[in-house]
C-alpha cells in the first residue's frame, strides 16, 4: 500500500477521511473540463479523481479484480398497485401500458454508474469508516491491523476482509472514542500532567491523614464532627451539581474544574454515608448507588404527592428562581440547595425523609449531572480530551448508509446486504457528480488488462 | 442510555459541557490555526511560509467554514453548495455535488428497545413487527442481535461509548418512536434480476392478457402457459400462495449449466407477499373492512406457522448430524460429524474438490495469484 | 502385511489437520492410503455465539467419520493407531483401549 492518503491542498483530491483539508477540497472541488479532451482523457480523470476517495489504500489490480460490471438495483413495490393489476393493463397497447397523459410520469433513473464502487464498501475497513466508528479508512484500517475489531466475535486481521450480509463487526469502544473525539490541546495535555502530579500528592497525604483519623475515631469514636462534616460536603455537592448543569459558557478548563470538584464530592459523600457498603472508586458503582439512593426517595415521595401538591406547586417557582440567581450570581448557598442537600443527606444515612422539600427539578438536575459524570467523566488517562466531544468537523461528514445497522453504544454494526441503487438514489456514499460516476464506470467496464 | 436530548432548550444548557462548543473556545481555536495571525511568528525575520491555497483554507475555514465545526443537536450539517444561510433548512445531502446521495435516518435509541422488545419479550414474529415500523425484516433481526449483545455487555460491565452515541444521534436523522409509527423505510423492495436486463420483444396476441408471470416465463425462456395453467392462477399473487406453501412448486429450465429456475412474478418475490393479497382482498370486498384484516392476520399467522416449523425441521436435522462427546476429565469436547466418502462424495479417483477431508497428489493452492488467501466468511 | 487406521498428518506448521485414513502399517505417511474414511482438526475451536447465553462454552474439535466404512474396515481385521482408537471410542465403534495401568 503506497503511502498517498495526504489531503494535499494542490492536488485537491478528495479522500475518505474526516480532516479539514478534505473538508476544504469537498467543499471547492469542481468537476474536471470536457471540452477539448479525448474521451479517453476525461475517463482517465474521472477515473483518477473517483479512485482517489474509493479505497485508496487498495491496489489498482485488486480493485480491478473486485470490479463487477454487474450493478444490484431494488424497486419499490406498492402492493396496492399489484393487487389492482396483474401486469396485463401494463402489456396492453403498444407494449407501454395504456396510460393517459396526466397518469405517465417521468421515470425517476436509477444511478447506476454511481454504484461502480460498489465492491469496496463491502471491505471491513472501509464499512467501519461507514459505520462512523473511525476518522478516515487508513485509520479504520489500522484498527483492524491493531486487531481492535472482531467480526461476529472473532477477531479479525485483514482490512481487507469482505463483509457477507448479516456479518456483525464491532470496535474497541476506546478506540472509536479515540478515533471520533476531539484531541488533547496542548494546554490539556499540560493540565493533564500537573493534575497527575498534584493528585499523587493529595492521595499521598490524604492517605496519612486517614490513617490518623481512624486511629482517633477508634479511640473516641465521636459521631457529631463527622455529621457536620457531610452536610458541609453534600452542600458543596448540591452546589457544584448546578454549576455544571448551568447555562454559562465557562471556559473549558474552568468547567473542568468543577467536575472535578463534583467527583471527588461524590465520592466524599459516598465514604461518609452508612448505606454503602463497599467504598469504591469506579464511577460506575458510584453512579449506580447514588441514583439508587434517589429512586428510594422518588418512590416515597409519590404517594405523599397528593397531600403536598401545594407544596410542590409553588416549589418549582422557587427552583427555578433559584436556580436563575445561580446563574447569575455564583451559586454558594440557595435555599433549595439547602433543602436537597439536607434531604439527601438524610437518605444517605437511611432515615426516614421529608421528601416534600424536594422539587422534581432538583432531581432531575443532580441526576442528570450523576449521568453525565458516569458516561463521560474526566479521565486524563484516556487518549481524547475529556469529557469526550465530537471532533470538530465531525457533523459534516456524519452520516449512516442503509445497508448498515449500527450500535453505537457498543461500536458495533451489522452489514445488512450489499448496498444497492433504486429510482433517484443510490446507496454507495460518493461526493462526485454523474459527470464523474459514468466515465469512471466506463474506464473499468472497457477491460485493459 | 442517558436521558437523550429532547429539546432545543435543553439541549442548550447541556451543550458547553456535551460538545463544548462555546464561542470563547472556538475564538480562540480559529486564531491559533492561522499561523499568519498568530504572534509567534511576529519576531521571525523571513515571512511564514504560508501558500496561497492554505491561506485561502484558513480563510474559508474562518468564515463560511466556522459552520461546520460545530454541530446543533438535532440537526443535518452538511456542507452545503455555496453560502450557507442561517435560516436556511439544512440540507440532507451530504455531498454537494452528488444528487443521488442523501443522508438516510437512522433507528432512535427507543425504536430500537421496542423493536427488541416486541420480537424477543412478546414474541411476535418478524414479519409483523417489520410492517408494524415499516423496516426492513433483515434490519430487524439485526436490530434484535445488536440491542442483545449491548445487553449483554451492559450487564458484564463492559465499557460503552456513550457520549460518542448521543453525538452521533444529534448528528444524522432519526426515526422516532413515536405514537403511530413512522415508516422507516421502504419494506417491499424488489430486487431487480439479472435476466431481466435485456430487452426482449415478444409479440402475443392482444385478445389474451398477458401477465406478470408471462413476463417472468419470457425473461427465463420457459415455454409459455397453457390455458389450463393460466386459468389456474387468475392473478400472480394466486402462485404466490400456492409457492409459499411448497418451495419446491417453483419450475426449473434449461440444461446443465443453464439450469434455472424460471423467474418468478414480483408478487412471489417481495418480503412481504401477503400485503398483496390483503389489497386485492380489500379491493374485492369494500365494505368488509374488520373481515379483511381478519382474514389478513389468519393468513399472516398461517404463514409464520409454515416457516416456524420449516425452521424447526432444518434445526433439527443439523443437530441430529452433529454427536457431541463429552470426555471425562477432559478439557475439550468432540464434535463427530457423519461423513460419506463414496464415489459422488470423492469424484471417481478421490481427488475431487469437493472431497471432504484434504487431497493426495494435489498442491495447495494457498500460493496460487488471484486466489483469496485470507478468510471469505466468519461463522456466526 | 497389517493394515491400519491412522492419522496422516496435513495443513501447515503449527496448523494440523489430519485425515483419517486406513493404510498398509509400513507406507509412508504421506503416501497414498487404502482409503480415507475421515477428518480430525486437533486445534480445538470455542463456540462463539451472539445469541444464546445458555450454550455450552467450552471449545470443541471436530471430527469427520464415515461409520459404515470405520465398522467395515474393523471388522475385517484393520489394527487402530492409539490416537484413532481413542476418536473410534469416542463414536461408539470400538471400547476402550486396554491400557497396562488398567490390567495391573
Redesign the interface.
Same mark, same amino acid.
Given at each position: 500500500m503506497r503511502n498517498r492518503a495526504s489531503n494535499t $491542498?494542490?492536488k485537491g483530491k478528495i479522500r475518505q477521511s474526516w480532516n479539514?483539508?478534505n473538508?476544504?477540497n $469537498?467543499? /471547492?472541488?469542481r468537476?474536471p473540463p470536457t471540452v477539448n479532451r479525448t474521451f479517453f482523457q476525461q475517463r482517465w480523470a474521472a477515473k483518477a479523481i473517483s479512485r482517489a476517495y474509493h479505497g485508496e489504500q487498495v491496489r489498482e489490480g485488486q480493485w480491478k479484480?473486485m470490479f463487477s460490471k /454487474?450493478i444490484?438495483?431494488?424497486?419499490?413495490?406498492?402492493?396496492?398497485d399489484?393487487?389492482?393489476d396483474?401486469?396485463?393493463k401494463m402489456?396492453?397497447g403498444r407494449g407501454s401500458g395504456l396510460l393517459t397523459k396526466e397518469e405517465r410520469q417521468p421515470a425517476r433513473l436509477v444511478?447506476y454508474t454511481?454504484m461502480a464502487f460498489a465492491p469496496l464498501e463491502r471491505r471491513l475497513d472501509v464499512a467501519i469508516f461507514r459505520a $462512523?466508528f473511525a476518522s478516515s479508512a487508513r485509520q479504520a484500517r489500522q484498527f483492524v491491523i491493531h486487531g481492535a475489531v472482531t467480526?461476529? &466475535?472473532?477477531k479479525?486481521r485483514?482490512p481487507?476482509?469482505?463483509l457477507?450480509?448479516?456479518?456483525?463487526f464491532?470496535v474497541d469502544?476506546?478506540r472509536?472514542?479515540f478515533a471520533? &473525539?476531539?484531541p488533547k490541546t496542548k494546554f490539556e495535555r499540560r493540565e493533564t500532567r500537573q493534575l497527575k502530579q498534584k493528585e499523587a500528592e493529595e492521595e499521598a497525604e490524604a492517605a496519612a491523614e486517614a490513617e490518623a483519623e481512624a486511629e482517633t475515631e477508634k479511640s473516641e469514636s465521636s459521631e457529631k464532627p463527622k455529621k457536620d462534616d457531610s452536610r458541609g460536603t453534600l452542600k458543596a455537592l448540591m452546589a457544584q451539581a448546578k454549576a455544571?448543569?448551568?447555562?454559562?459558557?465557562?471556559? +473549558?478548563a474552568k468547567?473542568k474544574q468543577e467536575l472535578r470538584g463534583f467527583q471527588k464530592a461524590v465520592r466524599r459523600v459516598l465514604s461518609r454515608s452508612e448505606t454503602s457498603t463497599i467504598l469504591t472508586d469506579s464511577l460506575?458503582a458510584q453512579f449506580s448507588e447514588l441514583t439508587l439512593m434517589l429512586n428510594a426517595k422518588r418512590t416515597e415521595k409519590k404517594p405523599k404527592d397528593d397531600n403536598k401538591k401545594k407544596d410542590v406547586q409553588e416549589k418549582p417557582a422557587e427552583s427555578e428562581a433559584s436556580t436563575e440567581t445561580a446563574v447569575e450570581t455564583k451559586p454558594s448557598t440557595p435555599e433549595a440547595g439547602d433543602k436537597l442537600s439536607e434531604a439527601f443527606q438524610k437518605a444517605t444515612e437511611g432515615n426516614e425523609v421529608d421528601t416534600s422539600e424536594l422539587s422534581d427539578e432538583e432531581f432531575d438536575i443532580l441526576r442528570?449531572a450523576l449521568?453525565?459524570m458516569?458516561?463521560?467523566p474526566i479521565d486524563t488517562s484516556k487518549p481524547y480530551a475529556t469529557?469526550?466531544?465530537?471532533r470538530?468537523?465531525?457533523?459534516?461528514?456524519?452520516?449512516?448508509?442503509?445497508y448498515l445497522?449500527?450500535?453505537?453504544?457498543?461500536?458495533? +454494526?451489522?452489514y445488512?446486504?450489499h448496498p444497492?441503487a /433504486?429510482p433517484?438514489? +443510490?446507496?454507495?456514499?460518493?461526493?462526485?457528480?454523474?459527470a464523474i460516476a459514468t466515465p469512471a464506470y466506463g474506464w473499468y467496464l472497457k477491460r485493459r488488462w | 442510555m442517558a436521558p437523550r436530548i429532547q429539546s432545543q432548550r435543553v439541549s442548550n444548557t447541556l451543550l458547553p459541557y456535551l460538545t463544548s462548543s462555546s464561542t470563547s473556545s472556538s475564538s480562540f481555536n480559529t486564531s491559533s490555526c492561522s499561523p499568519s495571525l498568530s504572534l509567534a511568528r511576529q519576531f521571525s525575520a523571513t515571512a511564514a511560509p504560508q501558500t496561497k491555497l492554505r491561506r485561502q483554507m484558513f480563510e474559508w475555514l474562518n468564515t463560511d467554514g466556522v459552520n461546520y465545526k460545530h454541530h446543533v443537536p438535532g440537526e443535518m450539517n452538511y456542507l452545503a453548495k455555496g453560502r450557507r444561510d442561517a435560516d436556511s433548512a439544512p440540507s440532507n445531502r451530504p455531498f454537494p455535488n452528488n444528487r443521488n446521495f442523501v443522508s438516510e435516518s437512522v433507528l432512535s435509541e427507543e425504536l430500537r428497545n421496542e423493536v427488541y422488545v416486541q420480537v424477543v419479550e412478546q414474541k411476535k414474529s418478524v414479519r409483523a413487527v417489520s410492517v408494524q415500523f415499516g423496516i426492513d425484516m433483515k434490519r430487524i433481526a439485526a436490530v434484535v442481535r445488536l440491542v442483545e449483545l449491548e445487553r449483554r455487555q451492559r450487564s458484564q460491565g463492559k465499557p460503552m461509548a456513550m457520549p460518542y452515541a448521543r453525538a452521533v444521534h444529534e448528528m444524522v436523522p432519526v426515526t422516532p418512536l413515536a405514537e403511530r409509527p413512522v415508516f422507516h423505510e421502504p419494506i417491499n423492495d424488489l430486487p431487480a434480476h439479472p435476466s431481466t436486463g435485456a430487452q426482449i420483444f415478444y409479440p402475443t396476441t392482444e385478445s389474451r392478457s398477458f401477465t406478470r408471470i408471462d413476463a417472468g416465463r419470457v425473461f427465463s425462456a420457459a415455454p409459455e402457459f397453457q390455458d389450463a395453467q393460466r386459468a389456474a392462477y387468475p392473478h400472480p399473487s394466486d402462485l404466490a400462495n400456492v409457492i409459499f406453501k411448497k418451495p419446491r412448486k417453483i419450475e426449473w429450465v434449461g440444461k446443465g449449466a443453464n439450469y434455472r429456475q424460471v423467474l418468478q412474478p414480483a408478487d412471489v418475490r417481495i418480503p412481504h407477499p401477503q400485503q398483496v393479497q390483503m389489497e386485492r382482498d380489500r379491493i374485492a370486498f369494500p365494505q368488509e373492512r374488520r373481515a379483511v384484516l381478519d382474514r389478513h392476520a389468519e393468513r399472516l399467522a398461517k404463514q409464520e406457522k409454515v416457516e416456524q416449523t420449516r425452521r424447526e425441521r432444518a434445526k433439527k436435522v443439523h443437530e441430529d448430524s452433529i454427536n457431541l462427546v463429552e470426555p471425562e476429565g477432559g478439557r475439550f469436547d468432540f464434535r463427530i460429524k457423519d461423513a460419506f466418502f463414496t464415489n459422488k462424495t470423492v469424484g471417481h479417483d478421490g481427488r475431487a474438490p469437493f472431497a471432504p477431508g484434504r487431497r493426495y497428489g494435489v498442491p495447495t493452492n494457498d500460493r496460487k495469484r488471484g486466489v483469496v488467501k485470507i478468510p471469505t466468511f466468519v461463522k456466526a | 502385511m497389517v493394515v491400519r487406521i491412522r492419522l496422516a498428518r496435513f495443513g501447515n506448521k503449527h496448523d494440523p489437520f489430519y485425515n483419517i485414513v486406513v493404510a498398509q502399517a509400513r507406507s509412508a505417511r504421506g503416501g497414498k492410503p487404502l482409503e480415507v474414511i475421515g477428518t480430525y482438526n486437533p486445534i480445538p475451536k470455542r463456540p462463539v455465539s451472539l445469541y444464546n447465553e445458555n450454550v455450552n462454552t467450552r471449545p470443541y474439535k471436530e471430527v469427520a467419520l464415515d461409520q459404515a466404512r470405520a465398522k467395515y474396515w474393523l471388522g475385517v481385521g484393520a489394527q487402530p493407531s492409539d490416537p484413532v482408537w481413542k476418536l473410534l471410542n469416542m463414536a461408539g465403534l470400538v471400547a476402550p483401549k486396554p491400557t497396562t495401568y488398567n490390567k495391573a
Open positions: $491542498l494542490s479539514k483539508y473538508l476544504y $469537498l467543499q /471547492r472541488f468537476s479484480r /454487474r444490484r438495483s431494488v424497486f419499490p413495490m406498492n402492493t396496492a399489484l393487487a389492482a396483474d401486469g396485463s402489456s396492453a444511478p454511481h $462512523l467480526v461476529n &466475535g472473532q479479525m485483514h481487507s476482509y469482505l457477507n450480509p448479516g456479518d456483525l464491532q469502544p476506546e472509536v472514542m471520533t &473525539g476531539a455544571i448543569m448551568s447555562t454559562d459558557k465557562d471556559l +473549558a468547567r460506575e442528570r449521568t453525565q458516569r458516561d463521560n469529557p469526550w466531544r465530537p470538530d468537523y465531525m457533523s459534516a461528514f456524519a452520516f449512516i448508509p442503509r445497522e449500527v450500535n453505537q453504544n457498543i461500536c458495533a +454494526a451489522v445488512l446486504r444497492v /433504486r433517484g438514489f +443510490a446507496e454507495v456514499p460518493t461526493p462526485f457528480s454523474e | - | -
